[in-house]
């Protein structure tokens, strides 16, 4: 698998970026997110079919982002309260 680029959070639920591929991969998803509802109501207009539309991108977009998250993450994702060890 090679080197995770996130690591479990402290706090909470999920990860984080821990590397310069995780942070770019971060950047990444939100410029595509950005894209996703700009682009849409560029071609498509202002209308309730490119709200659904940017929607449906944007879901798939993070949906994807969090399998790949998921899979370069170190260790597992648990709720973790006040700082417990990973």
Same mark, same amino acid.
Request: charged share 15%; hydrophobic share 50%.
């Given at each position: 698998?090679?080197?995770?680029?996130?690591?479990?959070?402290?706090?909470?639920?999920?990860?984080?970026?821990?590397?310069?591929?995780?942070?770019?991969?971060?950047?990444?998803?939100?410029?595509?997110?950005?894209? /996703?509802?700009?682009?849409?109501?560029?071609?498509?207009?202002?209308?309730?079919?490119?709200? *659904?539309?940017?929607?449906?991108?944007?879901?798939?977009?993070?949906?994807?982002? *969090?399998?790949?998250?998921?899979?370069?993450? /170190?260790?597992?994702?648990?709720?973790?309260?006040?700082?417990?060890?990973?």
């Amino acid at each position: 698998m090679g080197k995770p680029w996130f690591a479990p959070k402290s706090t909470g639920y999920g990860a984080t970026p821990s590397t310069w591929q995780g942070w770019a991969m971060t950047l990444g998803y939100v410029v595509l997110l950005w894209a /996703d509802r700009a682009l849409t109501r560029r071609w498509f207009g202002a209308n309730k079919i490119t709200l *659904l539309i940017s929607v449906v991108l944007a879901i798939a977009l993070t949906a994807g982002f *969090l399998v790949i998250v998921y899979k370069k993450t /170190d260790a597992a994702w648990r709720l973790r309260i006040n700082g417990e060890p990973k």
